[in-house]
């Protein structure tokens, strides 16, 4: 059965986790990072579609987000325990691809024992050094206080500027668009990967602990056409486990195209 079906994952916690399946195989789900959406973000659908021979793919909405519940209070251990439940659900073990800040969570899943055969990892948005502004200290409190003041658009333009480096102007720009909304939707879960990236973003280097129990083969991409930043997060994140894969993806920035992603997961499943 390769057709496309929609359904949900119950986590620990009584939160419903929707997800998308497609394809025969070994399972492979793909994480989001912030803002992530299937209205914003069609590529995981597409992957799935490239790799329907070999994979069953899972592309969930992350809690608070799409068709999935959420339930308070948060923690970055609700959300590992969210993928758990879709791993079981998938069948373990499985490969687990992540996206920008869905790379931490997954990273965070594995070194907490989740049965993951492989990771995949595109463009963790780590800041290692002095190539751009760290994250501000009260990054996540901003996030928070927007969202409990009705001003989820502030949320998403913080975000936007602290985070991804925009310039205010050109944010602006976007709150005409036709996206905002979405955007504003999934604003209170903003600082859920805020949370999730931690100290990461701060320009220190990466804390020698927090995944050293993750021996897990690892494929770890970045673009050539990224940011410097990016690419200095990757190199520094391959260096720390011991079995990772850098990958430089010729020409692409900090996002990729389907077929590009596709292959890429292919070759390092038959390599691993």
Do not use: C
């Not at 079906?5 to 986790?17: K, L, N, Q």
């Not at 409990?148 to 949320?155: C, E």
């Amino acid at each position: 059965m390769t057709e496309n079906v929609s359904a949900a994952a119950v986590s620990a916690d009584g939160t419903v986790i929707a997800f998308t399946a497609w394809g025969e195989g070994e399972p492979l789900v793909i994480i989001d990072g912030a803002t992530g959406h299937p209205a914003i973000n069609p590529t995981n659908e597409e992957v799935g579609r490239l790799l329907s021979g070999e994979f069953r793919t899972f592309a969930y909405d992350r809690r608070g987000r799409g068709e999935s519940t959420d339930t308070a209070p948060y923690a970055v251990e609700r959300e590992i325990e969210d993928l758990a439940a879709l791993i079981e659900v998938a069948g373990a073990p499985a490969t687990v691809f992540g996206w920008s800040s869905g790379a931490v969570l997954a990273l965070d899943a594995a070194a907490a024992g989740l049965p993951i055969k492989r990771l995949a990892l595109f463009e963790p948005p780590f800041v290692v050094d002095d190539s751009r502004p760290p994250l501000p200290a009260d990054y996540v409190e901003r996030l928070d206080a927007a969202v409990a003041d009705g001003r989820p658009g502030d949320a998403v333009e913080l975000f936007m500027t602290a985070a991804v480096g925009m310039p205010a102007e050109a944010v602006g720009g976007m709150r005409q668009g036709d996206f905002w909304p979405i955007l504003e939707a999934v604003a209170p879960t903003i600082a859920y990967d805020g949370r999730i990236m931690g100290t990461t973003m701060s320009g220190a280097p990466l804390p020698r602990d927090r995944w050293a129990a993750v021996t897990t083969p690892t494929l770890v991409m970045h673009g050539t056409g990224t940011y410097p930043f990016i690419v200095a997060g990757a190199q520094a994140l391959a260096g720390l486990l011991p079995a990772a894969t850098l990958r430089a993806v010729e020409g692409e920035q900090h996002s990729a195209p389907a077929g590009v992603l596709a292959a890429a997961l292919r070759d390092f499943a038959h390599a691993h």
